[in-house]
């Protein structure tokens, strides 16, 4: 359960980025509301996670690593924004923090 918890937050929080995006700067009421749901659905969720037993550093790493990744690729093939090879680089790091974390996560 703490998982699907983590895994409604990372959506939530990438929703919300992206509808800060759109939003223009809180221009743009309808987006802006979408933001601060987002938002608070986000941390709501995490919140739940860590309740359910989820080690804070994990979570943590997994929701902001993920979100992270998730933010650039969306960037690129949605809004535009360039892949670099320096830039793939840098979310193939992030996606194995993400692991290698996960993985020193569950050796105890």
Known sequence: MAWL??????????VA???LKF??????????????AGY???????????????????AYAI???AGTAAIAVIG????????TLIKAGGIALIIGG???VNLAGSTH
């Open 17 to 19: 980025t992206t509808a």
């Open 40 to 58: 608070a659905t986000a941390f709501v969720l995490l919140g739940q996670a860590l309740k359910r037993q989820l080690e804070i550093g994990t």
């Open 63 to 65: 929701w902001s690593g």
């Open 5 to 14: 918890l983590l895994a409604g937050a990372i959506i939530s929080e990438i």
């Open 23 to 36: 939003s223009d700067g809180f221009a743009h009421k309808g987006w802006a509301v979408l933001v601060v």
């Open 76 to 83: 690129m093939l949605f809004l535009g924004e360039t892949l």
């Open 98 to 100: 993400v692991v290698l």
